[in-house]
Structure formats: structure tokens, C-alpha cells
């Protein structure tokens, strides 16, 4: 038989005090002396007493869970290595705080979104959600608002944001990966872009335009795709079979420009002689590739365990913690080099 788990009866016996006392106690309200609550808590630590997460949650009216909505394609979310980075780093934070995480996966449906959202504040399933994916003019953020969810943006927002935002700066490794195509002595320059309606593919498919502006470079070719291997296969094929195809194409992420550099090997031409290729975000498939993929890196783990950091303190009544993530850094790896000869045939 399995051993008996201490109750709160039982603290309150050795400790020779009510169950009232020990509740007061134990969930630190007032109304309990202190050389009691000391005994109180003597006890509880002697007979090694740990409340249950749902009486944590009855006493206190919490849940002590985050939720997060995803609203893409189940397939797609687990194609992709950036997330399973960041649920890392928020796992590791709540479970040292004895919070879990709620994940919904709806779909590419706003209205099954919306529907996720109500439900969870609805039935009281969470404390604070997560909103990564921020979009142009989010209509999100008058949702939570309006349903009184505690929320953290994961990104930088554009316009005005209700709630704590959390990010590092990708205009600075997008900005890095492109000043260093330009001083290769590239002049055309692609860009394969995410999904136009997410900010953080506007953001870099801006630097890309403005760096290459203040270069005094034409504005090359720009596909969007849609963060996938697919697309980014799909648009590396469109620009290379172009009349004027690049000599340099920066992705706005590291699936696509993997799957790009892939599609364009199998069409014959070489990386990086024909072609170079740089990513975003620094997947660990991105060092393991041939050749090996020039990219941008983030801390994405951190970025999870700041997240979920700040989400907490928020819902448990906190100043947010003032906290400082490393700005994305350039890796530069062999899937770049110099432009080949004007005028000189690919592959």
C-alpha cells in the first residue's frame, strides 16, 4: 500500500492548533500569531506536508496554470523546431514554481481561437496566457482585455500593447546577416519572407529593404512564404528559375532557408559559389546541414523562461522583472561567400 500523505489535520494535531489555524497559516493570511504560524510551519515541514495543486487552486481561486493558444496547422507546429525551444524554457520556469502549462492547438481559424480563449477564461482553466505569433493590428489584445485574461506578448507588438511585452531585437540579427551579404560583395539580394500578416516577418523583410536602401542597392526580388520547408523550397525554386535570379537570398527563418538551400542543390546549383544562402533563428539542424547554414541565432530557451517569468508575476500581482535578453547574434557558417562573376552561369 502506498504511504499515507500528510493532511492538514494531520499538521494541525502535531502542531496542537485547529485546521483553521493551519489553513490561515499555511496560505500566509492574516490572523495567525507568529510564534503559531512558526509551529505551523515547524510541523508541516516535519511531517513533509505539501499542498495539492487543486487545493492550491480552491483556496486561493487560482489555477495556477498559463495557457497557450496556437492557432496553426498541428502538422506545421511540430515541423518547426522554434517552439519545442521555447515551451522548454517556459517548462523549466513553471515547473519550478509549481505552475503547468495549457497548450491548445485550434488551427488557422479565428473563430476557433477566439472560442479558446473564451473557454479558458470561462472556465477558470488559466491564470495568464502567452500570445506569441503577434500579428499586424491584433485583434487579441481588446479580446483578452475584454475577457480580463492576464497576458504577456511574446515579440515586439506593433502599436499600443495592453500588456508586458518580451523579445529581443531581431531587427539587429536581421540587420547583421545582411550587412554581412553586402560586404561579400552581393548587389542582389532575395528575400523569402513569413507570412505577411505576423510582425516579426515585416519587421525583417524591413530591415532587409532599408539596409539594402542605405547600401545604395536596388531592392531585389521578395517571395512570402509561410514560415514551412515547403514554401521556402517553393520560393528558393521561383527566384532561381528567374530571369535575373540573386546571387544572395536571406530567409526569415531557418526551416525555410534549409529546405530552400536543399531545393536549389537539387536543381544544380551551388552554394555557396551560385548562391548563398542565410537563415533566422539558428535551429540545431543549422550546423548540421551541407554545407552548414549561415543564420542568425537566438536564445530562444531564454526567451521561454523570460516569458514565463514575467507572465507569472503578473498574474500574482508583481512589478514585471526587469530582465535583459542577449540581442540575436550572427553566425556566419558556410553557406555564404562571395558573389560569383557578373554575368556568370548558375550551377
Not at 506536508?49 to 496553426?72: D, N
Not at 509549481?98 to 481561437?113: I, K
Request: hydrophobic residues 45%; glycine residues 10%; contains cysteine.
Amino acid at each position: 500500500m502506498p504511504e499515507r500523505r500528510p493532511t492538514i489535520a494531520d499538521v494541525a494535531k502535531r502542531a496542537r492548533v485547529s485546521p483553521g489555524a493551519v489553513s490561515f497559516a499555511l496560505n500566509d493570511r492574516p490572523g495567525v500569531a507568529p510564534a503559531t504560524r512558526l509551529r505551523i510551519l515547524e510541523a508541516a515541514e516535519e511531517l513533509g506536508w505539501r499542498p495539492s495543486a487543486r487545493a492550491r487552486a480552491l483556496s486561493r481561486s487560482k489555477a495556477f496554470s498559463l495557457g497557450l493558444v496556437m492557432s496553426r496547422d498541428p502538422e506545421l507546429i511540430g515541423a518547426d523546431p522554434f517552439f519545442p525551444q521555447f515551451l522548454a524554457g517556459v517548462e523549466a520556469t513553471l515547473a519550478a514554481r509549481g505552475y503547468a502549462l495549457l497548450l491548445q492547438v485550434v488551427g488557422e481559424d479565428a473563430r476557433a481561437e477566439e472560442n479558446g480563449y473564451r473557454r479558458l477564461a470561462g472556465e477558470g482553466r488559466v491564470d495568464g496566457v502567452f500570445l506569441t505569433d503577434l500579428r499586424r493590428n491584433d485583434s487579441r489584445f481588446e479580446l483578452l482585455a475584454e475577457l480580463g485574461l492576464a497576458a504577456v506578448a511574446v515579440g515586439r507588438p506593433e502599436g499600443a500593447c495592453p500588456f508586458p511585452s518580451v523579445a529581443p531585437d531581431d531587427r539587429v540579427g536581421a540587420r547583421a546577416a545582411i550587412a554581412h551579404l553586402i560586404s561579400l560583395g552581393h548587389t542582389d539580394i532575395a528575400h523569402v519572407a513569413g507570412a505577411p500578416s505576423y510582425v516579426h516577418s515585416e519587421s525583417r523583410r524591413a530591415v532587409w529593404r532599408d539596409e539594402l536602401q542605405r547600401a545604395g542597392l536596388r531592392e531585389g526580388p521578395v517571395v512570402s512564404g509561410d514560415f514551412t520547408g515547403p514554401e521556402g523550397a517553393r520560393a528558393t525554386i521561383r527566384l532561381i528559375n528567374s530571369a535575373a535570379p540573386p546571387t544572395a537570398i536571406f530567409f526569415a527563418n531557418d526551416l525555410m532557408a534549409v529546405a530552400g538551400m536543399s531545393a536549389a542543390v537539387a536543381a544544380g546549383v551551388r552554394v555557396p559559389r551560385d548562391l548563398s544562402v542565410a537563415g533566422f533563428d539558428d535551429i540545431p539542424l543549422a550546423a548540421h546541414v551541407t554545407p552548414a547554414l549561415t543564420t542568425v541565432r537566438q536564445d530562444v530557451a531564454s526567451w521561454g523562461r523570460a516569458a514565463a517569468d514575467t507572465l507569472l508575476a503578473v498574474v500574482e500581482g508583481a512589478p514585471p522583472p526587469s530582465l535583459s535578453l542577449e540581442p540575436p547574434e550572427l553566425i556566419v557558417r558556410a553557406s555564404t561567400g562571395p558573389p560569383r562573376k557578373a554575368g556568370g552561369p548558375m550551377g
